[in-house]
T-cell receptor
Framework: KAGVTQTPRYLIKTRGQQVTLSCSPISGHRSVSWYQQTPGQGLQFLFEYFSETQRNKGNFPGRFSGRQFSNSRSEMNVSTLELGDSALYLC????????????FGPGTRLTVT | QKEVEQNSGPLSVPEGAIASLNCTYSDRGSQSFFWYRQYSGKSPELIMFIYSNGDKEDGRFTAQLNKASQYVSLLIRDSQPSDSATYLCAVKIEMNTGFQKLVFGTGTRLLVSP
């Protein structure tokens, strides 16, 4: 069974630009959650999509948004990038939802200069 | 007080010993608890989950949950150098908005020496 895939794996952007990250969940999983991981803050929940609807949302500014398509693939968008957005962005796939067993993708390393 | 707390370590144990990793949480109503392992440069990998008080065993791993004391622990028996990683505890917590979220601790780094 194929795992969670994320593209791109690495990204370098400039302050003020926007970025879109993509995540394909495990086949059959309808829940996709997004996390930001930094050395200082650890792993922080951004939001969860389940069957194309945002089901949960963490405490991040509105610059962070997402969506999910009918095939369960999800995208995360960050607008007006700031230096502090440099992080590893992980998506996690789950059969039942973000509050149950989740399986993480390899992540996208975003560097904002 | 942080919602989920873990000692950052490193916790150093010799090969073959039992490694004991602990996690405390603030929300007394929490019902679901997870342990993830993260190797350096890799993404977290689910090891175990536990929903009920007591012990849950899976191979060399045992998760222990004590809701009265609000802690969950992970025991690794016969520790191997390949177990050297950061172990993340995650707890399902209810927010004041009524929504629930999964909160991760900052992780404990485990070093198993040959």
């Amino acid at each position: 069974k194929a795992g969670v895939t994320q593209t791109p794996r690495y990204l370098i952007k400039t302050r003020g630009q926007q970025v879109t990250l993509s995540c394909s969940p495990i086949s059959g999983h309808r829940s996709v959650s997004w996390y930001q991981q930094t050395p200082g803050q650890g792993l922080q929940f951004l939001f969860e999509y389940f069957s194309e609807t945002q089901r949960n949302k963490g405490n991040f500014p509105g610059r962070f948004s997402g969506r999910q398509f009918s095939n369960s693939r999800s995208e995360m968008n960050v607008s007006t990038l700031e230096l502090g957005d440099s992080a590893l962005y992980l998506c996690a796939s789950s059969l039942r939802g973000a509050l149950y067993e989740q399986y993480f993708g390899p992540g996208t390393r975003l560097t904002v200069t | 007080q942080k919602e989920v707390e873990q000692n950052s370590g490193p916790l150093s144990v010799p090969e073959g010993a039992i490694a004991s990793l602990n996690c405390t949480y603030s929300d007394r109503g929490s019902q679901s608890f997870f342990w993830y392992r993260q190797y350096s440069g890799k993404s977290p990998e689910l090891i175990m989950f536990i929903y009920s008080n007591g012990d849950k065993e899976d191979g060399r791993f045992t998760a222990q949950l004590n809701k009265a004391s609000q802690y969950v622990s992970l025991l690794i028996r016969d520790s191997q150098p390949s177990d050297s990683a950061t172990y993340l505890c995650a707890v399902k917590i209810e927010m004041n908005t009524g929504f629930q979220k999964l909160v991760f601790g900052t992780g404990t780094r485990l070093l198993v020496s040959p």
